[in-house]
């Protein structure tokens, strides 16, 4: 009986349940020390005293580095702007001055208490408007000397990455439209709030780094890490634990290069653990931005051409930023048919902590604005939202902003005509202070290579061997092993797979943007097959069978059609051992990018969606018109999946992707005052969705399984976070009669919205 499209139960879920599960937070090595970090209490400023003399002075402590100390170049992922530790200058609150190791965690934090530390403190630069300005004051006044990817990388000032789009035909569009609509939206920085902060435990032996860490990516680590102290790759060995949340924040480098750096010089295992309001006020958060948003608009509600600026706020470092650039390029005409599109897009500098990978990236506030801008051209024109996205909607063969050809658009159709079969349009948002919103987008299935090697063991178990990371979703606890429990007719509970290790796994790019099912199911796949083949000829030579005559059928391997003859995959193994040797199979994949136009944009650094998805939100709201607050009614999900490998497993990442879009939508913001420092400090302040605010979420799951992926399936887990900001806006704008411009949709908002409507 096949196990694809079963909902098994995740293989780690006992352990976690019972506290048994080991996280980076755990770990303990005998003799190992403790670390803190100083960090700068101010957002801009010069240093002019660092003096560490009288932590050394406490018998506990055993070394303190600061950036005399440190590799003195710089790096980072795109754009080279980024030391260990602050030298001569601070660029946002948090920032590493020093790093301490005592032999308590108590002793460190107190040492790093007692360093001599006086900072010329500046006028932080906060508002990207202001960051963009002719004449603003530099946050890196040395920011040519940055090394960037290439030589011709569009930057200048605080301006750290471009894309610019400029096709013929938008002045033209736009100068004989009837009807030109524009918009402004901004949105807010979202912390991930995972509940194991940031954490890492380094040693140092004969020249080389063993770096324990509950990370998304342990290669990234491996390879920034080597970059940041200047030593091969080969140096450096990343072991993977559990991980206790990270949704996008534990992807790129932190704070693993100083617990290295302490290991080196104090011989010791040295273990560095941020408490809550260090992790929040340094966590690559989700960026805030604006968007700005123009329309040229035929009297029937043809977009005829458009026009879109945006201002991503990159912090003190670059990080992805540069790369997000390209989305709003990708989504500047959302889940419809746009004309010609200008789109300008900037990565900018500010004194704030730097920004960062965050589930569904900037397209959570990129389809707010494009979805929000569609109701807007729906009310100018007196079309119905719901009718005006039919008329637009893309079909197949319709092509993205970039010259992508999206063979399968027509989904797109089918998933509102099934949300309209479960609640029709006419009957939603009725009542008072009720409204509906609904949202359309097409996602991506994040590519990169992963791999994996498949051992069939002495017991008749199968072991994966990946440096493929579980982030929670069960991608490799639920699916990756169902795929691999399917190439050997075994049951799930009798596959085995092992923590990342990047010196025995083979590369994998890490839990994001959906791929591992993907990516990974499709590399045991390839293990499978050439394991498969292997188990068949032994067991042949042992039934005296061709192996074409063979079947494998709950973990034993036989003549097919003679169940008599079955013998154990255990039996197998063993007799391979002593003879052939222990059989296994090894296998890769990276996804192929689909053409495009490389043409199209400047400072294009991701250039097509893979493996692309389609989904449509609804939503229903009731708002409150004395408190102002939002109760979400009911939620409605038509997501397109390639094929379900395990439907709960589907099911409880698409109602917990929604349960964080409702989060940035309603609750959650990082303010940022004119000091630089977020206003919100410890989980208590940011407010986090509870189970009250959270509905259970109608989940309409469309299989339409691709070719390329295992046994069809694609990216599941990260797009069902991308449109709910845009359905809920729209609903709250239906609700009080005003338009939504900005998230988090604060209860002051909703009341100045009614304010406005009453007008």
């Not at 790096?75 to 001569?88: K, M, N, P, V």
């Not at 013929?168 to 569009?173: I, L, N, Q, R, S």
């Not at 998230?743 to 919205?753: R, S, Y």
Request: glycine share 10%; hydrophobic share 40%.
């Amino acid at each position: 009986m096949s196990v694809i499209g079963t909902s098994t139960v995740r293989t780690d879920g006992s352990s976690k349940v019972r506290g048994d599960a080991v996280y980076t937070v755990d770990i303990g090595l005998p003799g190992m020390l403790h670390a803190s970090l100083l960090r700068s209490p101010v957002a801009a400023g010069q240093i002019t005293r660092l003096d560490p003399s009288k932590a050394l002075e406490s018998p506990e402590v055993w070394s303190v580095i600061t950036a005399a100390d440190a590799p003195s170049h710089r790096h980072g992922l795109i754009i080279g702007d980024q030391r260990i530790l602050a030298s001569r200058r601070v660029a946002f609150e948090g920032e590493p001055i020093a790093a301490i190791a005592a032999e308590t965690p108590r002793a460190a934090r107190a040492a790093a208490a007692t360093i001599e530390l006086a900072i010329d403190e500046e006028d932080p630069i906060v508002d990207l408007d202001l960051a963009v300005a002719e004449g603003a004051r530099l946050v890196h006044p040395d920011w040519a000397t940055f090394r960037p990817v290439g030589d011709d990388f569009p930057r200048q000032g605080n301006v750290a990455g471009e894309l610019l789009s400029d096709p013929p035909g938008v002045d033209d569009a736009f100068a004989r439209a009837p009807l030109v609509v524009e918009d402004e939206y901004r949105a807010g920085r979202q912390y991930q709030a995972y509940l194991e902060p940031k954490a890492v435990v380094a040693e140092y032996e004969s020249g080389r780094y063993t770096i324990h860490v509950s990370h998304q990516f342990p290669f990234n680590v491996r390879d920034r890490l080597a970059a940041a102290l200047a030593v091969r790759p080969s140096a450096i060995r990343v072991v993977g634990h559990h991980i206790g949340g990270g949704f996008g924040a534990k992807l790129d480098l932190g704070i693993e290069p100083h617990a290295a750096l302490l290991a080196r010089a104090t011989g010791r295992s040295v273990k560095l653990v941020q408490d809550r309001t260090e992790d929040l006020i340094t966590c690559p958060s989700r960026e805030n931005g604006v968007v700005r948003i123009r329309s040229a608009v035929g009297a029937d509600g043809t977009i005829l051409a458009r026009e879109i600026d945006v201002l991503m706020d990159a912090g003190a470092a670059a990080g992805d930023t540069p790369i997000l650039c390209s989305l709003p390029l990708l989504l500047a005409g959302g889940a419809y048919k746009v004309g010609p599109t200008r789109v300008r897009a900037r990565a900018v500098y500010t004194n704030t902590a730097p920004t960062g990978a965050f589930r569904g990236v900037s397209g959570t506030y990129l389809v707010f604005a494009v979805e929000s801008h569609m109701d807007h051209i729906a009310a100018e024109l007196g079309i119905d939202r719901r009718e005006l996205r039919l008329r637009n909607l893309m079909e197949d063969g319709d092509r993205l902003r970039n010259g992508q050809e999206l063979p399968d658009a027509s989904i797109l159709r089918e998933a509102f005509t099934r949300v309209e079969e479960m609640t029709p349009w006419a009957n939603t948002g009725l009542g008072t202070y009720r409204g509906v919103g609904i949202s359309a987008t097409v996602w991506l299935t994040n590519p990169m290579p992963g791999s994996a090697v498949l051992k069939l063991h002495e017991d008749g178990t199968l072991g994966v061997v990946t440096a493929a990371t579980d982030n929670g979703s069960g991608a490799v606890t639920m699916g990756v092993i169902q795929i691999a429990a399917e190439q050997l007719g075994l049951h799930p509970d009798d596959v085995v797979v092992t923590m990342p290790d990047t010196d025995t796994a083979a590369y994998d790019a890490g839990s994001q943007g959906s791929r591992t099912t993907h990516i990974v199911g499709r590399a045991v796949e390839a293990a499978g097959a050439e394991l498969r083949t292997k188990v068949l000829r032994t067991a042949g030579e042992m039934l005296e069978a061709a192996p074409e005559d063979l079947e494998l059928v709950a973990g034993s391997v036989g003549v097919r059609g003679v169940p008599d003859s079955r013998i154990p995959l255990a039996d197998v193994a063993k007799e391979a051992t002593f003879s052939v040797g222990p059989l296994s199979g090894s296998g890769s994949y990276a996804t192929i990018l689909p053409g495009y136009d490389p043409s199209c944009a400047s400072g294009m650094l991701f250039p097509a969606f893979p493996t692309p998805t389609y989904h449509v939100h609804l939503a229903e709201v009731e708002v409150d018109p004395v408190t102002g607050n939002v109760t979400i009614l009911r939620y409605i999900v038509a997501q397109e999946v390639g094929r379900a490998i395990n439907p709960d497993g589907v099911w409880g990442q698409i109602q917990g992707g929604v349960a964080q879009g409702l989060g940035y939508a309603l609750y959650e913001g990082l303010q940022i005052g004119a000091d630089g420092r977020y206003q919100q400090r410890t989980l208590e302040s940011y407010r986090l969705p509870i189970a009250p605010d959270i509905p259970r979420v109608e989940v309409i799951i469309l299989e339409h399984p691709d070719p390329a992926g295992p046994f069809g399936a694609k990216g599941v887990a990260e797009p069902p976070v991308v449109p709910v900001a845009a359905a809920v806006a729209n609903a709250v704008a239906d609700a009080v009669g005003a338009p939504i411009t900005s998230i988090p949709i604060t209860p002051n908002d909703v009341l100045d919205a009614l304010e406005r409507a009453a007008r």
